[in-house]
């Protein structure tokens, strides 16, 4: 069975730092999708960043980046530039769609506060 | 644009009740999944629905069901309730039943179960 995991539940940074969250995951399918999302405070959760499995090239959104190891199953988020609307707490997510039936694995978060 | 919508915002049910959620997916948007997230955790998957077939299921009882109507928009029962089924659910709403679809979450609705 897939799984997801965060060993992070809270990590702080000064504003204007970078910060990186962590994230495993275990599987034995080739084909997947790996996500991070952002959900602050009381406000719906957010899609920050999405890496192919079959691509080597790490994602980039703007100050979003990943560090995509497949080898390893890891899959960490680095945030540079910290700014204050980056509190939240952040999912790292897991999916496949194996023979058209899909499914989906959140991992547990980790609670970002960012310090001013 | 219309967002993800999800009705009601709370809901307060005693054990073996049975309940019913709604949500309107975003405008253009074809398929819809649902989570459940318990307090402190991630969301677990229940099931998707794509053009108004269940594409896609996680470990949940059968007392989880869905519907997906024609307008795209579905529902979640889950009949005999159990205290453990108290969280927030969540409905995500996506172009495509795909896996790589970013999903558009809904607020949530909050079930308490007593």
């Known amino acids: 069975a897939q799984t997801v995991t965060q060993s992070q539940p809270e990590m702080s940074v000064q504003e204007a730092e970078t910060v990186t969250l962590s994230c495993t995951y275990d599987?034995?399918?080739?084909?997947?999708?790996l996500f991070w999302y952002k959900q602050p405070p009381s406000r719906q959760m957010i899609l920050v960043i999405r890496?192919?499995?079959?691509?080597?090239q790490n994602a980039t959104e703007n100050r979003f980046s990943v560090n995509f190891q497949k080898a390893a199953k890891s899959f960490s988020l680095k945030i540079s530039d910290s700014q204050l609307g980056d509190a939240a707490m952040y999912f790292c997510?897991?999916?496949?769609?194996?023979?058209?039936?899909?499914?989906?694995?959140f991992g547990t978060g980790t609670r970002l506060k960012v310090l001013a | 644009e219309t967002g993800v919508t999800q009705s009601p915002t709370h809901l307060i049910k005693t054990r073996g009740q049975q309940v019913t959620l709604r949500c309107s997916s975003q405008?253009?948007?074809?398929?819809v999944s649902w989570y459940q997230q318990a307090l402190g955790q991630g969301p677990q998957f229940i099931f998707q629905?794509?053009?108004?077939?269940?594409?896609g299921r996680g470990n949940f009882p059968p007392r989880f069901s869905g519907l997906q109507f024609p307008n795209y928009s579905s529902e979640l029962n889950v009949n005999a309730l159990e205290l453990d089924d108290s969280a927030l659910y969540l409905c995500?709403?996506?172009?495509?039943?795909?896996?790589?679809?970013?999903?558009?979450f809904g607020p949530g609705t909050r079930l308490t179960v007593l």
């Open positions: 995500a709403s996506s172009a495509g039943g795909g896996s790589y679809n970013e999903q558009f």
């Open positions: 599987t034995s399918e080739s084909d997947y999708y």
């Open positions: 890496q192919e499995a079959y691509k080597q």
């Open positions: 997510a897991y999916s496949t769609g194996t023979s058209g039936t899909y499914k989906y694995i």
């Open positions: 405008s253009g948007h074809n398929t």
């Open positions: 629905y794509y053009r108004e077939e269940e594409n």
